[in-house]
Every structure is written in C-alpha cells, then in structure tokens.
C-alpha cells in the first residue's frame, strides 16, 4: 500500500496505491509462477475521472522457458507529482516468449531463442503510440563466458511533433521499421575483455547502421579502464548524417573502504564533452561519504571549459 499528498494553500495532489503478487514454486515440479498486478490513483482539484493507472501480469521466469505476459494502463489525467510517470493515456501490451535448451557437448552453457519479445503502446482510443519488437533467431553462451546474439527487430512511433536530427526533420507521422542485430560479448571476468554491436535496416523513413564497441581492461585487483564508442550512419530522405560519441572509464580502487572513478564522455552533435569525478569513502559499515565534482567543455572549434559543479554527500550512521 501506498499513500501520499501534496498539500499547499492553492491545490493539493493526493495518490493511493496497492499492490500484490502470488507467487508459487510448485509449478510443472519446481518452476516459478509469478502473478501480480497494481491500482493506483490521483487526486487533483476538480479532476474527478480519467485518473487511474493499473496492470495486471503473468510471469513464468525459469531457466528453460521464461514467459511473460503483462497489460499496464495509465490514464491521462493520472499525475503522480511526487513520483514519475514516464507517459500518460496509453494502453501497453507485453508479451514475452523465450527459450534456452542446455545441449551437452557442444561446449555452450545454454542456445537461447526468442520468438518474440514485444512492447506494444496504443493510445486509449487504440490508434498506435510505440511498438518495440525483437526476436532472437540465435543465440548463446559458451562455458567459458563468451555470448553472441542474433536479433531481428521491429520498430514503431507515432510523433506528435517533428524531430530533428542534425537538421534533418522527421514529420509527425506513423513510421514502421525493420532492423537486423549482431552483438558479440567475452568474458568480463577475463583481465581484457569487450563488447562489440553492428546493428542496420530501417530508421524512421529512411536507413541506419550502426556501430558499437566496448573493451574493458581490469589491470590487477584495484584498477579498470573501459572505452565506448558509438557510431550511427544514417540516411534520411532530406540528407544524411552521422553522429559520433566516445567515452571513457577509468576506476581504482585504494582500498575496500576508499574508491575512486573518473568518466568522461563526448559527441559531435552538442560539441560538448563532460568529466566525471567521484570519490567515494566508508569510514564505517553503514557510512558514506561522496565527493563528485562535474565538468562540462565546449568543443566547437577549441576545447574550453563551461560548467563546473561540486557536491558532496554525507550519509553518517549513529548507534544508540
């Protein structure tokens, strides 16, 4: 159960919320059965209707076959002010269907195929918002921690409002899209390991590739350093583009208690790269102490620096 309420001399924003799940162990001899749903409300001044959300779903998670199947309504007058709703006045349907033989012999932990995987927005009227899909044609894991992925994918969108890609407009419309997926991971376990992504097919109304690759070097017991890097290529019928970003991470570790981590990340459609420090300190079980300091630079031409941030956390627990 949940309750809560903003209260101010003019309005007020007031939420009742419950949820519960059943879940059994017992199923076809040892399986999971997952069933649950949630209702919720708001409250607002001189709303009286059109203000619920809820969802009802089914979910079968095991090893070897997992099935979901979920419906999630939010109305549109439905306005958590003290929480989040990422969208309002839409219908989701979800529906899951995955399977993952364990073959001996072969030298793979497990083949894993995916008919269908699907997320499925309408508005309340049932025209179409969204709709991502994507079936797994081939994939597995070997027993030394290697995965590859073969995935066919379908996209839909329905923008109320025109999108701009580097000067390249997408009107408000219905598209329907097709993509093919190829991903590669190693071991992380392994002292240098990566990820690697080719994905290409439809984007909107015209075409994208796209590249993605990730290594990651963990040097002894107390120091990592990972680099991504992201390439679209895309063609519109109004022109083409390419969009780059790079990144980087670099962690230590100077003891269990006292850790460090620096990231920083840039692309050429802001021109604009940030750095990332934190340090992070347990002066006891229970503690925290954080210091994060934020930097942003303009790299349009030169690099200079723009915005500097500093904050710091202290979360300190007392004993009585």
Do not use: C
Request: hydrophobic share 35%; charged share 15%.
């Amino acid at each position: 159960f949940l309750a809560t309420s903003k209260q101010s001399s003019y309005s007020y924003n007031r939420l009742l919320a419950v949820d519960g799940a059943m879940i059994r162990s017992d199923i076809f001899g040892s399986n999971t059965l997952v069933i649950g749903g949630v209702l919720a409300g708001t409250m607002n001044p001189g709303v009286r209707t059109d203000n619920l959300a809820y969802r009802i779903y089914a979910d079968f998670p095991n090893d070897f076959i997992n099935h979901f199947i979920g419906y999630r309504v939010v109305e549109g007058h439905f306005d958590p002010q003290m929480g989040f709703a990422d969208r309002t006045g839409f219908r989701k349907y979800s529906y899951t269907f995955e399977i993952r033989p364990r073959p001996e012999g072969i030298g793979v932990q497990y083949l894993e195929f995916k008919p269908i995987e699907l997320d499925y927005y309408t508005n309340m009227d049932g025209s179409t918002q969204s709709m991502d899909y994507e079936g797994r044609l081939l994939g597995f894991r070997t027993n030394s921690g290697e995965s590859f992925e073969w995935n066919i994918q379908r996209f839909a969108d329905s923008p109320t409002d025109s999108i701009t890609f580097f000067g390249n407009s997408i009107v408000p419309s219905t598209y329907w899209w097709t993509r093919w997926e190829l991903q590669v991971q190693t071991n992380q376990n392994r002292s240098v390991s990566f990820f690697a992504l080719y994905s290409w097919g439809g984007f909107y109304n015209g075409n994208r590739q796209r590249y993605m690759f990730q290594p990651l070097a963990r040097l002894g017991g107390n120091f990592s350093l990972g680099v991504d890097y992201t390439r679209n290529m895309v063609q519109l019928p109004t022109g083409g583009f390419i969009t780059d970003e790079a990144g980087a991470s670099l962690n230590y570790g100077f003891s269990p208690l006292l850790n460090s981590s620096l990231f920083g990340q840039w692309n050429n459609e802001d021109n604009q790269m940030n750095l990332n420090l934190r340090i992070h300190w347990i002066p006891r079980i229970g503690s925290d102490v954080y210091l994060v300091l934020n930097q942003a630079y303009t790299t349009a031409g030169r690099i200079i620096p723009t915005n500097t941030t500093i904050i710091a956390k202290i979360a300190y627990l007392f004993v009585l």
